[in-house]
């Protein structure tokens, strides 16, 4: 398996989970996948107001990105 293979697998599973945590219908997670496969999971979340999705999604992953955010600065990544 290739890094690409593997890149994709793992935005497969991130929109899955983050679908089951914010109850996100398929056109949303569609959007999503798009966008992490075009600019991957980090920069998704640091221009999450580029991605055209509806307001209530939106701020969910936005409160998502503030925990992510969290946990960063507790582990000294920020």
Do not use: W
């Not at 936005?62 to 960063?72: M, T």
């Amino acid at each position: 398996m290739n890094l690409e293979e593997l890149k994709e697998m793992e935005y497969i599973k991130c929109v899955g989970l983050l679908a089951e945590l914010i109850d996100l219908d398929t056109d949303a997670k569609e959007k999503i996948h798009k966008s992490f496969q075009n600019i991957g999971i980090k920069n998704f979340f640091l221009h999450l107001e580029s991605v055209d999705l509806p307001t209530e999604i939106s701020e969910k992953l936005k409160s998502i990105k503030a925990i992510i955010e969290i946990v960063d600065v507790k582990r000294g990544r920020a």
